[in-house]
């Protein structure tokens, strides 16, 4: 009587260790996203806009293009500005995005193009070659809209996002 139920659950955790790479194989032209892509190299969805139409990625070199319907800027923390081309290119490996194209911050009154993203731990690095910038991982856990960027729908305090710029700090 008992032994029923356990043989389900056993039966159940089989099935579902089992079926999901099966079910991949089999609807093969069901892609992942370029987000869940993103979050396979251990990066947070965040550092995408949402608006990736579509993407390529060479698996054995890491090399890929995003690419948006239109380009796309917003600000980060309130004070930066970013800016997305509508074709992003790279190299991307597990923590670690290189050869970036695409992406530009403006860095008082200079835009500067981000050419590396590194995660370390809870924490992302953006370089832009002569400096870099640290931010928390938790930052970018959902992903920015073009235009509202992270604070559409702002419940957060601005107080406590102004006085803080790491890319000026370490130069
Ligand atoms: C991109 O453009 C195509 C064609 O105009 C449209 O069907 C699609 O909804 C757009 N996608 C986004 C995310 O704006």
């Given at each position: 009587?008992?032994?029923?139920?356990?043989?389900?659950?056993s039966?159940?955790?089989?099935?579902?260790?089992?079926?999901?790479?099966f079910?991949t194989?089999?609807?093969?032209?069901?892609?992942?996203?370029?987000?869940s892509?993103?979050q396979?190299?251990?990066f947070?969805?965040?550092?995408l806009?949402?608006?990736?139409?579509?993407?390529?990625?060479?698996?054995?070199?890491?090399?890929?293009?995003?690419?948006?319907?239109?380009s796309?800027?917003f600000?980060?923390?309130?004070?930066?500005?970013?800016?997305?081309?509508?074709?992003?290119?790279g190299?991307?490996?597990?923590?670690?995005?290189?050869?970036?194209?695409?992406v530009?911050?403006?860095?008082?009154?200079?835009?500067?193009?981000?050419?590396?993203?590194?995660?370390?731990?809870d924490?992302l690095?953006f370089?832009?070659?002569?400096?870099s910038?640290?931010?928390?991982?938790?930052e970018?856990?959902?992903?920015?809209?073009?235009?509202c960027?992270?604070?559409?729908?702002?419940s957060?305090?601005?107080?406590?996002?102004?006085?803080?710029?790491?890319?000026?700090?370490s130069?």
């Amino acid at each position: 009587m008992s032994l029923l139920p356990i043989s389900i659950v056993s039966f159940l955790f089989v099935f579902f260790s089992v079926a999901p790479p099966f079910i991949t194989a089999a609807t093969n032209d069901d892609l992942p996203t370029a987000y869940s892509l993103l979050q396979s190299y251990n990066f947070p969805v965040g550092i995408l806009p949402i608006g990736v139409v579509s993407y390529d990625l060479d698996k054995s070199t890491g090399k890929f293009h995003a690419y948006f319907n239109n380009s796309c800027s917003f600000a980060l923390e309130g004070s930066y500005q970013l800016d997305y081309k509508s074709t992003i290119s790279g190299y991307i490996s597990e923590n670690k995005i290189t050869k970036l194209t695409g992406v530009k911050v403006k860095v008082l009154f200079l835009w500067l193009n981000i050419v590396e993203v590194t995660r370390k731990g809870d924490e992302l690095g953006f370089s832009v070659g002569i400096t870099s910038a640290n931010f928390a991982i938790q930052e970018f856990y959902e992903s920015p809209q073009c235009g509202c960027g992270f604070d559409c729908k702002d419940s957060r305090s601005k107080s406590e996002e102004l006085g803080r710029n790491p890319f000026v700090s370490s130069i």
